[in-house]
Nanobody, 122 residues
Framework: EVQLVESGGGLVQPGGSLRLSCAASGFTFSSYAMSWVRQAPGKGLEWVSAINSGGGSTSYADSVKGRFTIARDNAKNTPYLQMNGQKPEDTAVYYC???????????????WGKGTLVTVSS
């Protein structure tokens, strides 16, 4: 059974930092690109970042570029999202998702986690 289980969400003050993790199992993690996608309250899905299967290529939405960093540890079957300089508009449920091909956008995802809530507020 494929599972993607996000963790690390919570309440953070503006300007603060959080690191999200996503425990992956049930598929060949090292063969898949991984992405983070978020959904703010009352809004649609917004692709945030992606990393290729080997970890050597990354991409970011303009809204998070320079503040967020995506990484992965293939030995631990885990992608990460380091979020610095957080803003209230970063408040959302953050999902990790996987697909065979690396690229921008949330199209063609094979697997999704259930999400973790990040709230940025003073």
């Amino acid at each position: 059974e494929v599972q993607l289980v996000e963790s690390g969400g919570g309440l953070v003050q503006p300007g603060g930092s959080l690191r999200l993790s996503c425990a992956a199992s049930g598929f060949t993690f090292s063969s898949y690109a991984m992405s983070w996608v978020r959904q703010a309250p009352g809004k649609g899905l917004e692709w945030v970042s992606a990393i290729n299967s080997g970890g050597g290529s990354t991409s970011y939405a303009d809204s998070v570029k320079g503040r967020f960093t995506i990484a992965r540890d293939n030995a631990k079957n885990t992608p990460y999202l380091q979020m610095n300089g957080q803003k209230p508009e970063d408040t959302a449920v953050y999902y990790c998702a996987s697909r065979p091909m690396y690229g921008r956008g949330d199209y063609g995802m094979d697997y999704w986690g259930k999400g973790t809530l990040v709230t940025v507020s003073s």
